[in-house]
């Protein structure tokens, strides 16, 4: 019989969430609006501290609506990470804008600061900076909001993996303009799909709001002097999510006992490192992540495979920087290395994610471990 497929990182859920679904269904708001849309947000906003909140159909959309609010048109500069999921960007292109892929720094896998210093000597005038909090790490927010202030340029966060990470005790997605969170079938809560808008300034999530609504004018006619977006979360799905968010925390805590049980698990091997972590903050741990060193025989290849073949285990590669895409290849690319070398591609090349589902048993954890050690002959 085959093994049970262990995974990168499912979908756990408890039970209130179907009592919140059964509410939902029980009082006939099934409807991409409704109480527990409203509660989600104000739950959420609670939680993170982070003002006010928009929900919405996806993370996505989340970053698109950031992107309308700051106006950002045809031809536009955005100063965008290069190491992520290609949602962060693809928005950039839904309205005619330019990204420009900002490398990564060793440190913590997000956006160099010094990259994104020499960004600004090439493009003076982005309409915006997109920083992601990868695999859940924050980001060196200090340094980037210091250059995002002296030039004037609004942040937006991808807080897409990173949601309950805090830096200096703050919620990841609430330093910027405007945050966003994602609750994909993978991330670490989830509505099935949805994602959030989060800013300090009432009066913006109101318009995404609105937007997200099909911009309808305020008068009992159907009018519209705008284009709107069909981008609402559904009462349904909000539901889910507030079953979720009461368990949080406790992902959280799973994640990170994942993370550690890796870190000592393989500490004794000197060609594997972990992702880092950034000391001013707490990350979520979202992926467990490892790089192996470039002067070793062994490739994450080797090892996904391993986990694959051997134990029916799922790992994934090190999401491929933008600036390989072939679909942005057109676009700039400011490396972190001053002799123009670049550390996301280093990253990419020499890591792997481990399974990173907080449904792993001790038997899984410890499949996965003898597994890993023994590609290294181990
Ligand atoms: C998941 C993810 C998104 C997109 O969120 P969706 O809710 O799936 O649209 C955006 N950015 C990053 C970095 C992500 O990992």
Redesign the pocket.
Known sequence: MARKRIYLSSPTTHGEEQAFVKEAFDTNWVAPLGPHVNALEKEIAEYTGCGHAAALS????A?HLALKLLDVKRDDVVFVSDL??S??CNPIVYENGTPVFIDAEPDTWNMSPAALTRAYEKYPNPKAVIV?H?YGTPAKLDEIMAICEAHGTPLVE?A??SLSSTYKGRHTGTFGRYG?Y???GN?IITTS???MLVSADEEATKRATFLATQARDPARHYQHSQIGYNYRMSNITAAIGRGQLLHLEEHKAAKKAIYEQYRSAFADISQITMNPMNPEGDANNWLSCMTIAGDCNVTPDMVMDALEQEINAESRPIWKPMHLQPVFEKYDFIPHNADGSSVDEEIFDRGLCLPSDIKNTPEDMELIIRTVRACFGR
């Not at 996806?58 to 959309?61: E, K, L, M, N, P």
């Open positions: 996806a993370g996505t959309a970053i992520t999921f949602a962060t992601v990868l991808d897409a993996e966003i994602s609750f994909n991330k799909g949805g994602g």
